[in-house]
């Protein structure tokens, strides 16, 4: 919609924008080659920029001296800033700088802009304004001060969301917060800075943020702030080689990265532009640099592809014609033990839609139900419709709007008066986990602190799980230590209460915390409160009295994605299940090992040291059969222009093909390439090289395999030092083999 700006002596101090357009692409009114409509519910966006206000006042160069003054006088002085100053004494930095402010608002990056010419017109309005300075000045004074200024701009970001309890991650909200964290330390490494990320960041909060107490401590960040440089120093490991592999085919004097790469390397590696520019750098294309734009194209891209994917996810409708009905009274809120009654049938249609089972033919919908529907992660309840006549499975349930659906296996008809039973051995269960997923979360958070949030959860009949954000992975200790709690707190509270508010009175008295499960849809929200261990909004079914659940186990722990644990739980009926079948495995194993139960540890242990022995002597076997068959008077192993050429037949599968490779391409003072094959699995190629040698300098392992997998029709890939593949034609090894030769000369 249109905008009104505040401007203050060329300072755009505040934005009015009266949103009256939504995309739509049926609309009448086109800009920018997309089509809008008018909206029915119109808004005005006020932005005010607070920190613009301080800037005006204080009148400095730029609004970074206004805001974070003591950080950028401290990163001047760590970074030398002083030296680069002084090799053009006669240039006045804060009138340039003030100036360079003022000019700002040309510097509009967007998509396709001529980077070059942006600066020389910049360049040119900086003359007009009386300040002579080169393109190379301007760069060598404007590069260090461009990170000096945006460590501290991202440490502010940074520094709130881990405060406000949020964990780095390769998903969402955590995705950003990592690669704010990465971006601050490849600006920290360019300018030189030898101070850890923590202690940027612990400066910050002091100086910046006037030691704001936050829901995180401030050790918890340097904490998690600590694991994310150490996984940024593996990522660069890691991503020197993708970086090596990818522009295998790139000329080492080229300036730019190709497009396409750069955005694979993003989208599939998870490495962003800028830092693909810096790991090529160390790499060895010493020239390139990213083109001006780049950056805002590939937002642009990435917009695209959210909009077309929300336009393919279109699904259609369960169940339509029914927006002229009653809604559905659900009787499941009024008493959760209820498990039969009475109800008139509104409406009945056949039903046939993919993803359902076979056995579902008809969607029914009552005046009211205790069928709980599937929703917030719990499965739906299950039971029985009938009628004198007539006797339907309800085999799902799903809400659409303010109906209840039934999916069943058979028709009623409308104005049928039906008696509803449900599964209550289900339904019990069902409350089981989810009750128990509350109380787990509340104790989860009170174990390994604030940071905890509910990442996802799902309430089924075999068992429940808990997706929580977490900077580490957890270990059995703090899986028992979680499971301990929840268990005393079945024993110490008697009740749940369970409340009905207005979302503002939900909001004022418990704050965001109360939405771990996701904030629900309508201006009234149900919050389930387990005395004070627990308080979160829930429409699902959940026990009165907890007692009711007898038991809670975590079963194990597994890392769903970086930051994300997920923790699987069985309860009540479950969790006795569950230690019926442990138990019945130690007995059998008991029986194996042909001791008691209680010394089934001691025995594994035992058995298991004296297995891991002969592996020990095995692999050592392995190697020595290696070394012979390289070093005696056989054709498999030839030295060339100081390179020592492995090609030879290996009898096991990949995993002893790579042991072997591992075994000839170890020694770093005995360069070598190793070529080995198998004939299992319709045959297998490994080529390799010694890394950082004369034998990686000279030969190329993706290239040679690819010459010679042909021969036993298959195909592969991998990185300059190391490559496999497999094919569907064993008998042509030997010919691979003779294929390596003559292309090695050998």
């Given at each position: ?224 702030l600590n694991l994310e440089e150490a996984k940024y120093v593996e990522m660069l490991r890691k991503g020197e080689q993708v970086i090596k592999t990818m522009l295998s085919g790139v000329d080492k004097s080229t300036e730019t ?490």
């Amino acid at each position: 919609g249109p905008a009104v700006e505040v401007i203050v002596g060329g300072l755009e101090l505040a934005t009015l924008v009266f949103m009256n357009l939504h995309e739509d692409e049926d609309g009448d009114i086109e800009i920018k080659g997309d089509k809008y409509s008018e909206m029915p519910l119109q808004i005005i966006d006020t932005g005010y920029g607070l920190e613009r206000f301080c800037w005006a006042a204080a009148g400095t160069p730029t609004i970074y001296e206004a805001i974070y003054p003591q950080t950028v006088a401290w990163l001047k002085q760590l970074a030398g800033f002083e030296g680069v100053a002084k090799q053009w004494p006669d240039l006045d930095l804060d009138r340039i700088l003030g100036e360079m402010s003022r000019l700002n608002g040309i510097m509009n990056i967007e998509a396709g802009v001529d980077g070059e010419e942006l600066l020389a017109t910049f360049l040119q309005r900086l003359a007009q304004r009386g300040i002579e300075i080169s393109s190379e000045q301007f760069t060598a004074i404007t590069d260090p001060l461009s990170r000096i200024y945006a460590i501290p701009d991202h440490l502010h970001a940074l520094c709130n969301m881990l405060g406000d309890g949020l964990v780095p991650s390769n998903a969402k909200a955590g995705y950003l917060a990592r690669m704010l964290a990465r971006r601050t330390l490849r600006m920290r490494d360019e300018l030189g800075i030898d101070v850890s990320l923590a202690d940027l960041a612990l400066h910050h909060i002091e100086v910046n943020l006037g030691n704001k107490v936050m829901k995180q401590t401030h050790d918890g960040i340097a904490t998690i702030l600590n694991l994310e440089e150490a996984k940024y120093v593996e990522m660069l490991r890691k991503g020197e080689q993708v970086i090596k592999t990818m522009l295998s085919g790139v000329d080492k004097s080229t300036e730019t990265i190709p497009d396409e790469l750069l955005f694979s390397l993003n989208d599939s590696h998870g490495i962003a532009p800028e830092m693909a520019v810096s790991l090529a750098i160390r790499s060895g294309w010493k020239s390139v640099s990213l083109r001006t734009g780049f950056t805002a194209e590939l937002a642009q891209r990435h917009a695209k592809m959210a909009k077309d994917a929300a336009k393919e996810n279109t699904e259609s409708a369960l169940i339509e014609g029914i927006e002229h009905l009653p809604a559905t009274s659900p009787l499941y809120y009024d008493d959760v033990y209820q498990f039969e009654f009475d109800a008139s049938v509104l409406f009945c249609a056949e039903i046939d839609q993919e993803g359902l089972s076979k056995d579902i033919t008809h969607g029914v919908i009552l005046d009211r139900t205790c069928f709980y529907p599937e929703g917030g992660g719990q499965e739906s309840d299950m039971g029985v419709l009938s009628t004198d006549s007539v006797h339907c499975r309800v085999l799902h349930v799903a809400k659409i709007g303010n109906h209840i659906v039934h999916l069943t296996d058979g028709p009623l008809s409308n104005g049928d008066v039906v008696h509803g039973s449900l599964d209550w051995n289900r339904r019990k269960q069902l409350m089981d986990h989810h009750t128990s997923v509350h109380i787990v979360g509340g104790a989860v958070r009170r174990i390994l602190g604030p940071h905890i949030y509910q990442a996802g959860a799902n309430k089924a009949v075999e068992s429940a799980r808990l997706d929580i954000t977490h900077y580490n992975r957890l270990t059995r200790q703090d899986l028992d230590s979680i499971e301990k709690m929840a268990n005393e707190v079945i024993v110490q509270v008697h009740k749940t209460e369970k409340t009905i508010l207005n979302r503002k009175d939900a909001d004022r008295k418990h704050g965001f915390d109360l939405y771990q499960g996701g904030a629900p849809k309508g201006n009234m929200i149900r919050v389930l409160r387990i005395s004070d261990h627990d308080i979160q909004a829930c429409g699902g079914t959940h026990h009165d009295e907890i007692g009711q659940i007898g038991s809670i186990r975590l079963v194990r722990s597994n890392a769903v994605q970086d930051g994300v644990e997920r923790l699987h739980i069985v309860a009540g009926q479950a969790a006795l299940d569950y230690a019926r079948e442990q138990d019945g495995i130690l007995r059998q194993t008991g029986e194996v090992f042909g001791v008691n139960v209680a010394d089934v540890p001691k025995t594994a242990e035992r058995f298991f040291g004296e297995w891991k022995e002969q592996r020990k002597r095995i692999e050592a076997l392995e190697a020595e059969i290696v070394r012979l068959r390289t070093s005696g008077g056989d054709d498999s192993s030839v030295s060339k222009d100081g390179v020592r050429i492995v090609i030879m037949e290996s009898d096991g599968g990949l995993k002893n093909m790579s042991k072997m490779l591992k075994e000839l391409t170890l020694d770093d003072s005995q360069p070598t390439l190793a070529i080995l094959g198998s004939k299992e699995g319709g045959g297998k190629l490994m080529v390799a090289t010694t890394e950082n040698s004369l034998a990686s300098e000279k030969y190329n392992a993706i290239e040679i395999l690819q010459a010679i997998i042909p021969h036993i029709a298959g195909g592969g890939g991998g990185r300059p030092t190391f490559a496999q593949g497999g094919g569907s034609k064993p008998e042509g090894l030997q010919d691979s083999f003779a294929a390596a030769k003559s292309i090695l000369g050998i």
